[in-house]
C-alpha cells in the first residue's frame, strides 16, 4: 500500500467504525432529538468510513470507487482486505 494512503485509510475507517458505534448506543434509547443526533451521526460514520475505504483501494492500487464497498461496513472492508496489493513495496 501506498504510505500517503495510509493516514487517510486509518483515520477514515478507525474514525468511521467509532462513529458508527457511538450512534448505535444513542440509537438503542431512542426517541427524539436524541433518535436524530444519532442517525446524523451514523450517516456522517458510514461517509467517513466509505472515505476511508476509498483511500485504502487507491492505496493498493485500484479505482476509489470500489471503496464504496464500505456501504456494507465491516463486511465491505473484509472483501478489500483479499484484494492484492498492486504496490507492494509502497511505490508506484
Known amino acids: 500500500m ?3 494512503y495510509q493516514r487517510k485509510t486509518n483515520l477514515g475507517v478507525g474514525l468511521g ?4 458505534a457511538v450512534a448505535r448506543f ?3 434509547p431512542g426517541g427524539g432529538a436524541m433518535e436524530a ?16 475505504c476509498c ?3 487507491k ?7 470500489l471503496g464504496a464497498l464500505g456501504i456494507l461496513s465491516l463486511l465491505g ?6 484484494f492484492p496489493d498492486k504496490h507492494k513495496q509502497g511505490k508506484l
Open 37 to 52: 443526533l444519532g442517525w446524523v451521526v451514523l450517516l456522517a460514520g458510514l461517509a467517513v468510513f466509505i472515505w476511508g
Open 17 to 20: 467504525i467509532l462513529a458508527q
Open 2 to 4: 501506498l504510505k500517503e
Open 26 to 28: 444513542v440509537l438503542m
Open 77 to 82: 472492508l473484509i472483501v478489500m482486505i483479499i
Open 59 to 65: 492505496g493498493k492500487g485500484y479505482h476509489p470507487a
Open 55 to 57: 483511500a485504502y483501494m
